[in-house]
């Protein structure tokens, strides 16, 4: 999934951004409200790590002016404003979570989890196809009980594919979902992610559940449900 953080706090930005990559997410991360603004509106980011007191446009602004056009973006406030009008203030203009600092790194990707889990219809934190489970709290993905070796960004391609089961996820939104704005790549990299996945996931012997849509792109489902 792809995170946009706008913190004017270096440290603790580049701490945020280093923990949300880490765990497969793709970052586009910023310290001034205008460049934030015009990330946020021009890239398709599921969610606005979003701090109140910037240089530039205040994080309200920001939020107002968003919620005026893209009404999808899951975006949790981060501040030190905790005064109970405060909170009232920020959810009323379209904030779905409003965490107070100081706060651990573990809260916040919880939160940003569920967030994720939320805009996809998906309560419970583990997602199912056939013997495959997709924990996203763990970070960690089963196949008829067996731990898969994946890398972070293996395991994002598989959380994506997952939380939109069953439904076709285009090259281009794989590739605007796993990959931050500075990030080059190669212009097969999703194949081979999908070829990785494909040979991890069937190494026991499982009937193939990451299928190939050739010109739309790809999908996960169980075909034993679908006869």
């Known amino acids: ?6 913190e004017d706090n ?5 701490a945020i951004a280093a923990r949300l990559r880490r765990d497969g997410f793709a970052v586009d991360a910023t310290g001034d409200g205008n460049e934030g603004m015009w990330l946020a509106l021009e890239n ?6 979003l701090d109140l007191t910037l240089p530039g446009l205040d994080g309200l602004d920001i939020l107002r002016k ?18 109970v009008a405060d909170r009232i203030t920020g959810l009323d203009a379209g904030a779905d979570d409003y965490i107070i600092k100081p706060f651990s790194l573990e809260e916040l990707m919880a939160r940003a989890r569920t967030q994720m889990r939320r805009l996809h219809g998906q309560a419970d934190p583990v ?5 495959l489970e997709v924990d996203t709290k763990s970070r960690i993905a089963r196949r008829a009980g067996v731990i898969l ?3 972070a960004k293996e395991f994002g391609l598989l959380e994506l594919l997952a939380l939109r089961m069953g439904q076709i996820v285009r090259r281009a939104d794989i590739w605007e979902q ?19 996945l494909r040979k991890k996931s069937e190494a026991s012997g499982g009937t193939r559940l990451i299928h ?8 996960l489902y169980d075909p034993e449900v679908s006869r």
Request: net charge neutral.
């Open 127 to 131: 997602i199912r196809v056939a013997d």
């Open 178 to 196: 796993l990959y931050d704005f500075a990030e080059e790549t190669d212009s097969n990299v999703i194949d081979v992610f999908i070829n990785r």
């Open 1 to 6: 999934m792809r995170i946009l953080l706008v």
């Open 66 to 83: 968003i919620r005026a056009i893209k009404k999808e973006m899951a975006v949790i406030i981060t501040t030190a404003r905790d005064a």
């Open 149 to 151: 070796e994946l890398t």
């Open 10 to 14: 270096a440290p603790l930005r580049d």
């Open 44 to 49: 398709p980011y599921t969610l606005l790590i």
């Open 212 to 219: 190939t849509r050739r010109g739309l792109g790809y999908l």
